[in-house]
């Protein structure tokens, strides 16, 4: 395997740094919101879902 340059170690360890940090902040608003109580609800019972394969479309409703 090639050694890998300088330049290419410190970008890895930089992009690295960024992901880890951006994953603590959305973690924290994550916490924070249901900590508050204001986590959102499961969908009503009469929720529908579209699914789709390929040119195929079709309405799943749900168990109302």
């Known amino acids: 395997m090639a050694e890998r340059s300088a330049w290419r170690r410190v970008e890895r ?3 690295g740094l ?3 940090v951006a994953a603590f902040v959305l973690e ?3 916490m924070r919101s249901v ?3 204001e986590a959102s609800a499961p969908p009503p019972e009469d929720a529908s879902a579209i699914t789709s394969k390929g040119s195929d ?3 799943d409703r749900g168990n109302g």
């Open 57 to 59: 479309l079709r309405l």
């Open 18 to 20: 960024v992901m880890a």
């Open 28 to 30: 924290k608003a994550v």
């Open 35 to 37: 900590r508050k109580g």
């Open 13 to 15: 360890w930089m992009v």
